[in-house]
């Protein structure tokens, strides 16, 4: 290899890393130079926020999905509304729903600290994901980094790319095939389910109108979420173990318990019966595919290169 560079290993080596920044290719290296320490702030950061409060791994978790579903993952969720355009905090499935912002914010200002304008709240995002679910229990992965700020975002796309809460098994496999995620992607990242709580606006028409529910657990839920009213009562999307991220949310599709008609849709005598089985008995099968697919998440339409910015502060542009 060092007689194709004429001996310069390195130098050949880094104008690699920098023609895969040009090509749009992240890289798990790509701050290896710049900012050597991102990866213990960022983690010390998700540590002092989950020992804080074990919800939020679950709520930054969320937050990367959300951004990655709308227009590729640029950090365009975390954006406030300007004069110019209408964000995507206040679409419909984000309203009085996502979380977590002051925690990216306070990791953003350890890391400007530490090396300023150089890494963007994309990439921050895409870590602190990964670190949430670790400290709850899951799987790691290698997250590749090198991606962009976006410098707008736009509510209507928000409104039109995200699965909702209803969605039919057929309309979950469309919407994740849409970002290049297979059916597996989408069960496996369906079981990101297995941390945190939703509303009961999401889930009242799958305790009070769907047949394939135990009896039991839609009287449970439905003590805390009334036929009306009371749409921000939440409960636990994994009745199991709410806060550890394991395989049960999975058992409990099997056990039809699921909080969501999204969610049982995945075991409803559908195409994805069979892989729900293996996960909820194989709880490394799932670890495993769940960590491949955030990674393909990860690379939906990065901006990368010379596109989007640097955001210095992640709730505006610069």
Known sequence: MATTCNGFVVLCFLSLLACAAINGQLSPTFYSST?????????????????????????????????????????????????TFTGEKNAMPNANSVRGFEVIDTIKSSVEAACPSTVSCADILALAARDGVVLLGGPTWTVPLGRR???T??????NSNLPGPGFSLS??????????????DMTALSGGHTIGLARCISFRPHIYNDTNIDPSF????????PSSGGDNNLAPL?????????????QNLV??????????????????DALVRQ?????????????????KMGNISPLTGPSGEIRLNCRKVN
Request: proline residues 2%.
């Open 279 to 295: 996960y909820s008995t194989n709880a490394a099968a799932f670890a495993s595919d769940f960590a491949a697919a955030m990674v």
């Open 255 to 272: 056990a039809h318990r699921g909080l969501l008609h999204s969610d049982q849709e995945l075991f409803n005598n559908g195409s994805q």
């Open 149 to 151: 700020d976006a410098t």
């Open 238 to 250: 994994d009745l199991q173990t709410p806060t550890t991220f394991d395989n049960k949310y999975f």
């Open 171 to 184: 309309q979950l496999i469309s919407s994740f095939a849409n970002k290049n995620l297979n059916a597996r």
């Open 35 to 83: 900012c050597p320490n991102l990866q213990s702030i960022v983690r010390s950061g998700m540590t002092q926020a989950v020992n804080r409060e074990q919800r939020l791994g679950a709520s930054i978790l969320r937050l990367f999905f959300h951004d990655c579903f709308v227009n590729g993952c640029d950090g365009s969720i975390l954006l406030d509304d300007t004069a």
């Open 218 to 225: 839609a009287s449970q839920r439905q003590q805390s979420c």
């Open 153 to 158: 975002a736009s509510q209507s796309a928000a």
